[in-house]
């Protein structure tokens, strides 16, 4: 996996029983999208220039252990599927002082021709990239 986002989860993060909400896991995971997509190609520039979007189809989210405010973490992305038209990747949120996975989300993402509105095949270099991550035990 490869490291796609660092953060600190703070004080207005926090929920009633005292630890990070829903949504900052969430805000987490979505900061980790844009990182990855980069790394692979689909940069802002790219994706700004009607050649290609992106629609999320699914994510899976599971809660290991909770976060506080004050704690550091990173999030480590790797692929899970790389079809045609369709990526699937795992990240992993990690609290970075004990290094213990507190969550992990799946997501799924189509890529879109913009002007159609249909699915349409990754450019050949970014699905070489991303099979250059898949991870070693969905291989």
Excluded at 83 to 106: P, Q, S, W, Y
Excluded at 109 to 131: I, M
Aim: net charge negative; glycine share 6%; with cysteine.
């Amino acid at each position: 996996m490869i490291e796609t986002a660092r953060g600190t989860v703070h004080e207005w993060q926090r929920d009633h029983m005292g630890h990070i909400n829903v949504r900052a896991y969430m805000e987490f995971f979505e900061e980790a999208c844009w990182q990855f997509y980069a790394m692979l190609g689909m940069t802002p520039s790219l994706l700004r220039s009607a050649a290609l979007h992106l629609a999320a189809v699914q994510q899976n989210i599971g809660y290991r252990k909770e976060l506080y405010p004050g704690d550091t973490i990173m999030v480590r992305t790797g692929v899970l599927e790389m079809r045609e038209k369709v990526l699937r990747f795992r990240h992993e949120l990690v609290n970075t002082e004990t290094m213990d996975v507190c969550a992990t989300c799946d997501f799924t993402v189509v890529c879109l021709n913009p002007a159609s509105r249909k699915s349409q095949a990754f450019p050949p270099d970014v699905a070489a990239g991303a099979r250059a991550l898949i991870l070693p035990e969905t291989a």
